[in-house]
């Protein structure tokens, strides 16, 4: 649906009207303002007056006028006042004289908005006859003309709307997008025209800016054109788009002319009238709209037009570059240019052209542009720097076309004297576009290209060791979030379709693959890759066996105490059963069964006989059991009379007094002895000489009746001993001996040693512990890590009973340490002190390629290549050793390591038959040796002398003069040979040319090259009687002189024959040929007729007639032209052809004939203030005299007419017509054959104001 018209409020309520006035008086304008304090603006021609000698500006409350004072012709101008967004423009016209009031007319033209004033809307030549009313229902004071398109998705919330601007002002066009229910940023293209994006023009003249409101989520586009040009009117189209959804808004620009002072339009002689478009369309349209059929063209307009625009151009530009106009024009121009400017010699021309280079303009605002490229690494910095010319100079700087603005760290712009940069700091992918640094109409663009650093592993991988069917995480950390990494197992990509098995979790920059249930196949080495590097780590999964650190003990205690069963397993995880002779037992009042860690306990508190039994304990899920034997121990006492000697009743471990009693370091020792006696004895405990008392320490006693109890709290290895109790009374003593012994996990081992090292493996040695424990060593266990994990991961499960132990399966290149826990039959000991850190490198293989370079009486030069397999450890250089055939004795040939591939052994014994060999050195050691085949017998070998000479030398050495010369030729042979330089047989002297001579290699060079080191050079290269000889050729050349006796052979016609010698000096070189040259002694421009050219005569065709020429010749070769050319003494006149025409006589023709308008005059009607054209041709001979007539009153002297004729088109220009000047013009041409006569209405209408427009339609 059409939007309505949009009704605008004018902010004066009086405006100023158009008035006339005479030279030398004064006028006033006058306008109200609806408001008292509205700022009134006046202007001239749309530039700011101010109040002054020539005007008075005056303003009471809200009236305001303008007074112009000593009016003359200069001040017929447009004015204009402005209050707010209203803008109103009237005229002032000036009068000669004073007009009958009678004939002035009948309405003054009211107040003149911008659009009124000079054409109509854009949008009032759409509809036809409805167009008018279109244009009266929206004044120019910020109206616009209904959008009448379809609302495609609604996405503007304000379109942009037709507008119109004069030459050098500015307008904005803005666009409104309500963002509330989008999903993404709209994106907005501005087009001029169907296609032409207007993104890549923002320059100067343009600007395309956009902001965001949060508060009320609407975006605001908007398109600024400053300083329009007539080129800028058209219609434009602005699209926005946002996901799936679309819309569009077209609108118009329309540009006037600035208004001329003098009152010539230049450029209206060429646009169309509206007087064709009238019949066509009703209400004229505008002249810049393009349309086709918006007018007729002006003939006798566009013909005075090129009449005064080439008089112009012969008058001002008399200094023209035609050379300049001709590289620009197109091909087809060139004849019209030449007969303009007065070129006759077309060809010489037109070979002018085709050898003339069209240098590249140079920058007047950059001293150095921008670069076409630049790349930055993501989240670095990166200045661009630009060198202006003016130091004062303002530049802007635009991104993708927006112009970057001052605000926040983002952005840095810098100026320093010439100097200007702009620094864009962090940068990120939003930044990689093109940028542009404009200076006023110049600018240089860049392209910024951001690149993603690599994604580096901060945190790596760790070994990990599992049992099977539990879950894995191997976890590593990246450099930055979301990047991409890829897992892979031996070597194999672990991809999606294997998500069953495995799963890969992201956190930020933590990536983890996680595996469900670990299989014994899932062991193996697990490598993850980013684009910036890699990690390793090895999982190895075991079956799940269950090792016992303690086992279950058999215990002997008597009624009422508490007996405790206490095992070790290694899985804190795993749980059991406890059996009494097969039966499960059950928890109860005196039974208690715990499992804490990898500790299981069956506690009996107040045993019973009936409790004792085999008791076992059987981990649930494993197929064997602990078990171990509670024994009532009963004490049978039997009647003794009074006066009984004491005695100790012993009945464990054999029922013998001195029985050994072992204990577990850290477990409770409670020892009851039966003591009988009476009185009743008394007990002393011992341990050597010390007495141990009752008391509540770690160790003590306790006499009961009939016992005595001996308690250890937490064994330990000090505790161990034997241990003496004594009982006595007055019937007598009793004495027995109880061994303690304390056992325990042993010490750990010495720190372990690297023995060797391999490819994936290395041998390690240890010492057994200073203490084993009590109990022999039964084995040991190790581990290891990587240098910086906190994973040790254990390489056996089983102990293992050497103290040298083969590691595999390691990564060649990591470091790695190693430690070792000793293992007895109480437990496993603390792990020992850590390795040295060692990395498993293997060897390099053996060196390539070994062979014998050179060989002298003391001294033997050997070559190799690397070996072909490295490995990880970086190679530390060669070994090279020799020993005499027979002998097994190899001498190193230095001390130390050589990085070089080669080596020269030296103070060697002539004649001694040597053996060689080269060995490579890593971290692993030495590599195979690689062994000469042979012996070498050290002795010098006679090699004949032999000169290599390059291929560029076998043939003649060309050089200009003033080059350098600098011949390298190398040579072999053995001793070193003699070398001998001579030229044309004679020797070389140093001054004239430097040599150097090595053992391989002899150079000839000169600095400055003369002619005179022309010649032959022969180098002779001699050892004792035997020689081999070169010749190397140099040719130094230069440039030749000018030919000799150049003259003029014959001329005929058009033609002239030249003939000249050949220059005395040919620059020693041959004389490629010569370049022929003319040249019009009127000019003196000289043009080559013959380039190259191999003759010594030649013709010189296609001369023009009446035109004066000399000639020159210059010599060329090798090096180029003579600096000199030979010219002709003489010059050649080009003549008419010596034959005589006698032309046949004829009977002269009379052409003469009676005028006759053969295009008349035709009916206009023409608006008032507005210059007119009247138009015809008339055809006549002799020429006939023409007299205007207005009304049947010859005009011919009236200075408002002016009379043009030109081939025969008759022109009359009415200067700002009045309604007076209308009436019947009538042009009379009159010859001596007769006379003709044509005529035509002319109706001058007034200019009506559109308040009056309106108000007539109202």
Known sequence: MPEPAKKTVSAFSKKPKTQEAEEGSSVTFEAET??????????CNSKDIASGNKYAITTIGNKHSLTIRNITEEDANVYAVIAGGSKVKFELRIVTKPEDPAEAPVGEPGDVTPDQASVPHPAASTQGGTSATTQDANPAEGAHPPDTRQDLTGLFTEKPQSGEVTVGENITFVARVNAESLLKKPSVKWFKGKWMDLASKCGKHLQLKETYDRNTKVYTFEMHIIVAKANFAGGYRCEVSSKDKFDSCNFDLTVHEARAPEGLDIRAAFRRTSEGGKKRSGPATSSTDGREDSGELDFSTLLKKRESIKAMHMNTDPDVDVWNILSHAPTSEYE????????????GMLKRLKKMKKEEKKSEAFLKKLDPAYQVLKGHKIKLAVEVANEDVEVKWFKNGQEIQKSGSKYLFESVGNMRYLTINHCSLADDAAYTCVVGDEKCTTEL???EPPVTIVKNLEDQMVMKGERVELECEVSEEGATV???????ELTRDESLKYRFKKDGCKHVLIINEASKDDGGHYKVKTNGGESVAELLVQEKELEIYQSIADLTVKAKDQAVFKCEVSDENVRGTWYKNGVEVKPDTRTNISHIGRIHKLTIDEVKPEDEGDYTFVPDGYAFNLSAKLN??????????????PKIHLDCMGRTADSTIIVVAGNKLRLDVPITGDPAPTVIWTKGEKVITEGDGRVHVESTKGHCIFTIEGAERQDEGVYSVVVRNPAGEDTADINVKVVDVPDPPQAPKILSLGEDSCIVQWEPPHFDGGEPIIGYVLERKKLRSYRWMRLNFDPYPETTYEARRMIEGMTYEMRVYAVNNIGMSHHSPASQPFVPVAPTSEPIGLHVEDISDTSITLKWRAPERVGAAELEGYGVEYCKEGTDEWVPAIQGLTERSSMTIKNLTTGDKLLFRVRAYNMAGPSPPAVLAQPVTIREIMQRPKIWLPRNLRQTLIKKVGESVNVMIPFQGKPRPKVTWSKDGEPLQPSFASIRNSEFDSILFIRNTERKHSGQYDLKVQIENVEDTVKVMLQIVDLPGPPEALKIVDVWGFNVALEWKQPKDDGNCEISGYTVQKADKKTMEWFTVHDHYRR???????????????????????????????TTKESVFIQKSGMDYKSPTYKEHDFSEAPKFTHPLVNRSIIAGYNATLSCAVRGIPKPKVTWYKNKMDISNEAKYRMLSKQGILTLEIRKPGPFDG?????????????????????VRPQLAKEEKKDANK
């Not at 890829?486 to 194999?492: L, Q, R």
């Not at 019947?1224 to 109706?1243: F, I, P, S």
Request: hydrophobic fraction near 35%; charged fraction near 30%.
């Open 449 to 451: 290209f951001v690149k």
């Open 486 to 492: 890829k897992w892979e197992k031996d070597g194999v």
């Open 1223 to 1243: 009436g019947v013009y009538t042009c009379k041409a009159v010859n001596d054959k007769g006379e003709d006569v044509v005529e035509c209405k002319l109706e």
């Open 632 to 645: 009532f121990l009963e004490v049978k006492i039997d009647y003794v009379p009074r006066q009984d000697p």
């Open 34 to 43: 609806e408001k008292s304090e509205a700022k009134v603006k006046w202007q």
């Open 336 to 347: 019209k240019i030449a007969f303009q400017y007065g070129i006759t010699d077309l060809r």
């Open 1096 to 1126: 010594t005569h030649c013709v010189v065709s296609d001369l023009i007639m009446g035109n004066e020429y000399i000639f020159r010749v210059f010599s060329i070769n090798l090096v180029g032209l003579s600096h000199e050319p030979c």
